[in-house]
């Protein structure tokens, strides 16, 4: 099969090397890839013609929704964008949501419904890949992850079927997509179980001085806190793009009390240092953030550091993340509480891993020339230390496509199954530009 068939079979879909729109076509959020050929599908026929095309001549396909991931970098390959599907339908609580579309997008119409669903913390990001990666939102404590969300899939397959996957049917491709990536198949829509959402309180704290202190007040008050309340703690620097500078406090509250909110944060309010910057009712998609587009002039920062799931935020933790942040001026420490809905689904009704965790951790320097070029072993250490004192890595916040850290993102009786799962769905491998799981 030509490109010239392609672009018959998917018109004005296809985008090549040479054709005009090809420079936007291979934009995605942070950066500008060189694939071999593009695929804007607007239909599930589509994807199914992309996917077979790719089988014929062996190329790897990246899927793209949102456009966040990493594997937009690499070289190669067919970029099956599937912006153009977008539509969410909404019938009660049961919603059915296209796999191109945006958070932002599919919140604004759930609001109209006073509906929500735990979701990614950005406008832009995409469905598919925050809600095949778990999926750690503003309401995991009470609802858990956007995958746990998730009871049901229209997929197409490596060999271009379309499958239907639910607990009833095919219910081991299901239990792989509420986790396990992009490795089984495009899901072309997911259905979720929604939650009545009013609206929200969110709430937004300054911090002055030393955070060892308060982190520990987080740490013991988060365990008995009301499950409407999920928080993250972040100290970033003054380049960070997505934050104001400095350490602050954000809590997302479910419902639209004012009262009971602060009184949930009370312990926080009470201690020395730390201000009431906001603390007010709004609609749950005004607190999503706009996050910039790339500027393909000036070129995004490494990042030297990680990410790890924790289940108990000791002493020792909290003085290695303060104590980085400390170390290095380019450097970002960020937590979100886990526990409560997140901790009910058991360990082995999805592949997501360490379900014990209490806490999600992240920490890293911006790696900018002439700032760390004496440091980036030491940083790497540091990091590698704090690292060994959590339990797994959490895929969507890994800006790597380092194909080995998959094996730290599952326990070791999730991962076979899912090699086993692969293996059934996807025997070529031709899912690989994710954390890729091999074929058993």
Known sequence: ?????????????????????????????????????????ST???????LRYASAERLDVMVRSGGHSAWGTIPGGLTLDLAALSD???DGEL?????GASWGHVAGILAEHGLGISSGDTKSVGVGGLTLGGGIGWMVRAWGLAADQLVGAQVVTA????????????????????????????????DFRAHPLPGVVFATLGIAGDS?????????????????????????????PSAPPGAAITACWIGEDVAAARAALAPLLALDGVTET????????????????MD?????????????????????????LVSFREAHDASVIFLRSLGGAYGDVAQDDTPFPARDATWFAMAGAFDIPGLLDDSRVQIQAEWDAIAALGQALYGNFTPSTDSSLVTRMYPPGSMARLAAIKREWDPQNLFNRCHNVLPA
């Open 159 to 190: 060999r271009g079927d379309v499958v239907e996957a639910s607990g009833r049917s095919h219910p081991d491709l299901m239990w792989a997509l509420r986790g396990g990536g992009g490795n089984f198949g495009v899901v072309t829509r997911f």
């Open 278 to 293: 906001a603390l007010e009712a709004t609609a749950y998609p005004d607190i999503l953030m706009e996050m910039p587009a």
């Open 212 to 240: 060892r202190a308060l982190i520990r007040t987080l740490r013991d008050m988060m365990p008995t806190a009301p499950r409407e309340l999920t928080l993250t703690f972040a100290h970033v620097p003054p380049m960070d």
């Open 296 to 320: 393909p002039d000036q070129a995004l920062p490494g990042f030297i550091g990680g990410n790890t799931l924790v289940h108990d935020l000791s002493d020792e933790v909290i003085d290695r």
């Open 95 to 99: 919603v059915r949501v296209g796999g």
């Open 44 to 50: 599930v026929d589509d994807v199914r013609a992309a």
């Open 88 to 90: 969410v339908a909404v």
């Open 1 to 41: 099969m030509t490109v010239s068939t392609l672009k018959e079979l998917v018109p004005e879909g296809v985008i090549a090397p040479g054709d005009p729109d090809w420079d936007d076509a291979r934009r995605f959020h942070t950066g500008i890839g060189e694939p071999t050929v593009v695929v804007r599908a």
